[in-house]
């Protein structure tokens, strides 16, 4: 039987996992910290996991490979200078895994995303590299993760990284990256490529086509912020973290939300941003779930607060909790499920909701605020003249800038906006969700847009 490689996606957190298989047996690279998704598809192929590969200690997300060893009994290779406390199959540069006569797999050493990367090659007929966080689709995995002292240096590493893969590969070996898809782990991409090999890297990729110092300096020069949980997901993972418990949260009756909205916990309506805005629990906080919701939250919860999780269905609930047990949230505080009349006894909030047209006729007759909060790299491209920056990753810490007065709110879209407007709304301001697209909408309804740098402080 011909070799078979399945994609387990993770969208929202921009991540791909991988079972590879031969019909008998199979081995998971870079497994998901739900690890349920993994056995599923192996079930579904009817074959044994007997290998699970590491391709470094994850910054973005909570693995699930030292889990899926254990309830599998496979063998978990991950570097052998990686630093952790569990056992493990130590694996170094030029070693090769037989899995099976037709899973013959060599790693390669690949640093630069961090310092012991490696990348596995699947030799044979069909030549294929899981390349992590080393090069992927149109870029490469981002250098600044371990700290700013590291950055230049793994920046340098992993130009050298990647031109080895270039180097040793033939051109049709398939690319099959974990990063890349939208995570924040990934240095600019190359658009929304789902599939690629050495070769047409040659062609599209800036680390293979520029000299090291140019990619080095465009590289540097286009990093942005990353979310904040990620300086914890290297320690979670390289202490073996377990799997998930997904079981039904603590159901939360009206007093016992009131209660926890008084202590100051959160409260996390994961309806979508209209249904929010059309009437919610005063002081809740829309983190809807057809967003980026584990990366939003994760990025801008003080770690450790406890969250109650405001669903329309239970189903909806279970999808937050498997979104956040990837980012080391296990366990919601509560939950509670239907509709907001059903959470409170109290009159509705709502959120006043906009478009960029409506912004320009507002400022004809009225002074307002307007409050951006795209990432600075947006920013820098284009912006309103006259719009205050607070960068949404930011915007808990710096509330206190948003000026006094009516605030009218904006992102690329409306999803990070009308987070940034139920948390503003909570403090009692008055706000304007603008729930428009910034690049189609906001030149076109005559506000006057610029480019240039970010302030200092954003």
Known sequence: MPVTIVSIDTPSLGDRSYLVHDGRVAFVVDPQRDIDRMLDAAARAGVRITHVLETHVHNDYVTGGYAL??????????????DVTFDRVPVRDGEVVEVSPELRVRALHTPGHTFTHLAYVLEGEHPAVFSGGSLLFGSTGRPDLLGAEHT????????????RLAAQL???????????????????????????TIGQERLVNPV????????????????????AYYVRMGAINAAGPSAPDLTEPQR??????????????WL????????????HVPGTFSFGLDGRFATYLGWLIPWGTPVTLLGESPQQVAQAQRELVRIGIDRP???ATG???????????TLARASFADLAQVRHHRPVTVLDVRRTSEWRVSHIAGAVHVPIHDIVARMGEVPAGEVWVHCASGYRASIAASLLAATGRRVVLIDDSFARSAAAAGLPVEAGQAPASA
Do not use: I, K
């Open 252 to 265: 939360a009756d009206r007093e016992q939300l009131r209660r926890r909205l008084r202590a100051g916990e």
């Open 333 to 335: 505080a509560a939950a």
């Open 208 to 227: 293979l086509s520029q000299d090291e110092e140019d990619y080095v300096a465009d590289v540097l020069a286009g990093l942005d912020a990353y979310p």
């Open 69 to 82: 060893a254990r309830r599998t009994g496979a063998r978990y290779l991950v570097n052998a200078d990686d």
């Open 152 to 163: 230049h240096e793994l920046a340098h590493r992993q130009y050298g990284s990647a031109r």
């Open 339 to 349: 509709g907001p009349e059903e959470w409170t006894a109290d009159p509705l909030a």
């Open 268 to 279: 996390v309506d994961l309806r979508n941003r209209t249904a929010f805005a059309a009437g």
């Open 170 to 196: 033939p051109d049709d070996t398939r690319v099959l990256p974990t990063h890349g898809f939208g995570s924040f782990c990934a240095t600019p991409s190359g658009g929304h490529t789902t599939a690629s």
